[in-house]
């Protein structure tokens, strides 16, 4: 499992470094603010945790700046927190949304346990009554993006695992379907970049498998050099192809495109396959 653990993130993290609107439509109700849409439930509390510190230090200050989400001192506040540990591995270690069979579909359920948290932190904003209205306003704010970013990560995480149904039954990067987030935006009438803010670090326990990144399953542009590198994997089992004891190939990359056109019909130049060698190199794959 730890094997397969680290393998993923490989991926995750060479997916990541591939990334690369729709208007927002009038009739979806959504809230204002994205400051936290790509903040996990843990650091969605810090966030709050580090906001109550300072509403409590500076109470007659925030009781003339109305909701204090709108303020640069919140968005500092969830940008710092969100830049503090950015690497895939403490995402996937605490996965967010578990998935789970349920006849011929999957279905989602988020981690209860960080939504209570949350809401927990929320009970500890007690303003005094010069900022009574401030404090109430804020909270009920923050739970309206909290919920509403819940409802669309679960919404979307359910259309990925049944659109990528096949790929989660056998973890080959070949059955992934070539799907955009464009296409999700204008499935569920948000914007591109809401969906991308929505799936960032949001993290999927799979069933008998490793955790993934909900992104994985919308690689977009990237799904070429995923096939192509998954290509270059299965050639290097050939011993006639490639020295697995010196870890060197035995052919050229001129002489592997026609075979990797013959073996898995992909049309990749030389100088493409030097370049997937140079990421499975960088990778580790």
């Known amino acids: 499992m730890f094997l397969k653990k680290m393998t993923n993130l490989h991926f995750m993290e060479y997916t990541c470094g591939l990334r690369t609107s729709l208007e927002m439509k009038q009739s979806i109700i959504m809230p204002l603010s994205s400051s936290t849409f790509s903040l996990s439930p843990s650091e969605l509390e810090e966030v709050l945790d580090e906001s109550l510190e300072f509403l409590r230090s500076q109470p007659t200050e925030v009781s003339r700046r109305g909701n204090f989400m709108d303020s640069s001192y919140f968005r500092e506040i969830a940008k710092r927190v969100g830049e503090r540990d950015t690497s895939p591995l403490k995402y996937i270690e605490e996965p967010q949304i578990t998935v789970r069979r349920d006849g011929e579909r ?3 359920q988020y981690d209860a346990v960080g939504i209570e948290r949350v809401y927990a932190k929320l009970k500890e904003f007690k303003s005094p009554d010069g900022a009574r209205e401030v404090y109430r306003i804020f909270t009920k704010r923050v739970s309206d993006i909290f919920e509403w970013t819940i409802r669309k990560q679960i919404e979307i995480v359910d ?4 659109l990528q149904s096949d790929y989660l039954e ?3 990067p070949f059955d992934l379907k070539p799907y955009y987030q464009e296409n999700m935006a204008e499935h569920f009438g948000i914007s591109s970049s809401t969906v991308s803010r929505l799936l960032k670090n949001l993290a999927i326990e799979i069933p008998e498998g490793p955790n993934i990144l909900a992104f994985q399953l919308a690689p977009g542009m990237s799904i070429e ?3 192509g590198i998954q290509a270059m994997k299965e050639l290097r089992k050939d011993p006639e192809l490639y020295d697995r004891e010196h870890k060197k190939w035995k ?5 592997l495109v026609p ?3 013959e073996r898995f019909n992909l049309d ?4 493409t396959l030097n370049k997937y060698q ?3 190199n960088k990778f580790g794959f």
């Open 106 to 108: 999957f279905i989602s």
């Open 159 to 162: 259309y990925l695992t049944n």
């Open 170 to 172: 056998s973890l080959n």
């Open 225 to 227: 050099a995923i096939y």
């Open 251 to 255: 052919v050229s990359c001129r002489k």
């Open 259 to 261: 075979i990797i056109k």
């Open 268 to 271: 990749r130049a030389g100088r």
């Open 278 to 280: 140079g990421l499975m």
